[in-house]
């Protein structure tokens, strides 16, 4: 198949450009690099550069390329960030998102897989959290998130659009050529490598008073490969029908000082951690039961395990020690 990545020069985009090359599909990255990095793409990917709001160039991609699907993972994704400017991610992610959707329809391309987060869920009353749970947004990343998954259900009742949303919370890991390199970097997993490889003092912990199994806070972590190749599977069901599925780690997830514990044992490195207060609006626990992608389409996550991705992501780390900046490759 011949598949449009928008963000594809980004951290998740690149690995699942590399998975459906890999796969033997045709990828062409679409990406305004603001975020992503040309070194995360492979020199045989084309990659367009340009605005996703830039209706006129998307419809010039589609066509010149003949382009058969569209994964769709371009977005503004910082939470703190959504609540001090709401506007930018309404344009960006709800915006753009709807001139992606209409330059689809008018070139008649109607295979569209959107990544999409579990933030939709906002505070769920139960874990883990199932697809048919109520959706209520907490923040304004999630709910523009929602805002366009909701734009694809109507355009794909009125404009036969086939659509795939994939709902997962932390992305973590690397593959042996495209890691996590972001600006400002707000994940935990590189915040606290990065403590690792002496470039940050200490891993400041919000909370350890959580009715947890240590006090702080459980999350939902998948390795970014499982995520590529659950991203490339959703291709194929996009025939003739539509789903929203949720991607999570299957387990009961890991607290944030599992992390750093383990953090500790893959780099044999010093990781100072220091306690504040909780953050508002921080759940005690966040898990995504992947349940139904695995029955309905086989998913089968081969890097479960926090070992796998805090490994693979200190692998890249220690190999790009500037990030894209210094490679070159
Ligand atoms: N990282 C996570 O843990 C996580 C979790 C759940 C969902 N997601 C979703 O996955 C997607 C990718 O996340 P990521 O962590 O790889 O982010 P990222 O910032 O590394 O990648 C996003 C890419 O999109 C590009 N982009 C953004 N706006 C654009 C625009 N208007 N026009 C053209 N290109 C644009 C950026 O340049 C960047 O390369 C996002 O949609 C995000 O909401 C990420």
């Known amino acids: 198949m011949r598949v449009l990545v928008t963000g594809g020069a980004g951290y998740i985009g690149s690995v699942v450009t590399e998975e459906l090359t890999g796969q033997g599909h045709d990828a062409v990255v679409y990406d305004n690099l603001g975020k992503g990095h040309v070194q995360a793409i492979d020199r045989e990917t084309p990659l367009v550069r340009a605005e996703l709001a830039d209706r006129d160039a998307l419809c010039h991609a589609l066509s010149h390329y003949r382009i058969e699907a569209v994964i769709h993972m371009a977005a503004d994704s910082l939470v703190g960030e959504s609540y001090s400017d709401p506007q930018k991610y309404y344009r960006n992610n709800v915006g753009a998102g709807l001139s992606l959707l209409d330059a689809m329809k008018d070139c008649g391309v109607a295979r569209l897989v959107f990544s999409s987060t579990a933030a939709v869920y906002g505070e769920p009353e139960k874990q883990p959290i199932e697809e048919a749970d109520p959706v209520r947004p907490t923040n304004p990343y999630g709910d523009t998130k929602l805002a366009l998954e909701r734009a694809l259900q109507w355009y794909g009742e009125a404009y036969g659009l086939c659509h795939a949303s994939l709902r997962y919370f932390n992305a973590a890991g690397a593959s042996r050529r495209c890691g996590e390199w972001h600006h400002p970097e707000t994940h935990l997993i590189p915040r606290v490598l990065e403590v690792a490889a002496a470039r940050r003092d200490f891993v400041e912990i919000h909370g350890d008073d959580y009715p947890t199994r240590d006090g702080t806070c459980v999350r939902d972590y998948v390795h970014v490969i499982d995520l590529a190749r659950a991203h490339v599977l959703a ?5 003739d029908r539509s789903a929203i599925y949720n991607l999570g780690c299957g387990g009961s997830g890991y607290s944030v000082l599992e992390v750093i514990e383990t953090a500790r044992a893959v780099t044999g490195r010093e990781i100072p951690l220091r306690f504040g207060p909780r953050r508002p609006g921080d759940p005690a ?27 693979s992501a200190w692998a890249w780390m220690q190999a790009h020690p500037r990030g894209y900046d210094s490679t070159g490759d």
């Open 235 to 239: 291709l194929g069901l996009l025939d």
């Open 285 to 311: 626990v966040l898990i995504a039961s992947s349940e139904k992608i695995r029955r309905e389409l086989g998913w089968d996550p081969q890097f479960q395990q926090l070992e796998a991705m805090i490994g």
